[in-house]
């Protein structure tokens, strides 16, 4: 259906700060028009895990940017944040199922390695390009095309 993507980040965001409210995050956005076609339970969970992982994944005061805008006739939706990041050879499979990267101190973050294969799932159902960056020691970066076709 059409759903404000504006709308559901914020919501997401306001649920995501009950949780961790020391965390910062900032929006901005360049959109003309906030309206995307989605499965709003599906994107709004998605939204939930790349936050969630954001901040879990964090050893400092948790800084997350959010930069929305037009690319082409798509939606850019980029997603920064300031963790501990991923080394190369793990960001590939970091949307494998039941797949957690080794050495993260999996006592303090719970989970089953499902999360971000499920957002991996949501996207390609969708026909949607999921990209992550990450540096260890200062950050990730999830880059999502959303097309509006």
Not at 28 to 35: E, P, V
Not at 91 to 98: C, D, L, P
Request: glycine share 8%; proline share 3%.
């Amino acid at each position: 259906t059409s759903l404000d993507l504006l709308a559901c980040l914020r919501h997401t965001i306001e649920i995501i700060q009950l949780k961790y409210p020391d965390a910062v995050i900032d929006v901005q956005s360049t959109l003309q028009d906030n309206n995307i076609l989605a499965d709003e339970f599906h994107f709004s969970n998605m939204l939930y895990n790349f936050l969630d992982n954001a901040i879990k994944y964090c050893d400092k005061k948790p800084g997350i940017g959010i930069l929305i805008a037009e690319e082409g006739n798509d939606v850019l939706l980029q997603i920064t944040d300031n963790g501990i990041g991923i080394a190369p050879k793990h960001q590939k499979r970091v949307f494998e199922k039941f797949y957690r990267v080794p050495g993260t101190n999996r006592s303090s973050v719970n989970g089953f390695g499902l999360g971000l294969y499920y957002v991996q799932k949501i996207c390609s159902l969708h026909h949607w390009k999921l990209q992550i960056e990450s540096t260890v020691g200062k950050g990730t970066i999830i880059k999502l095309q959303i097309s509006r076709a």
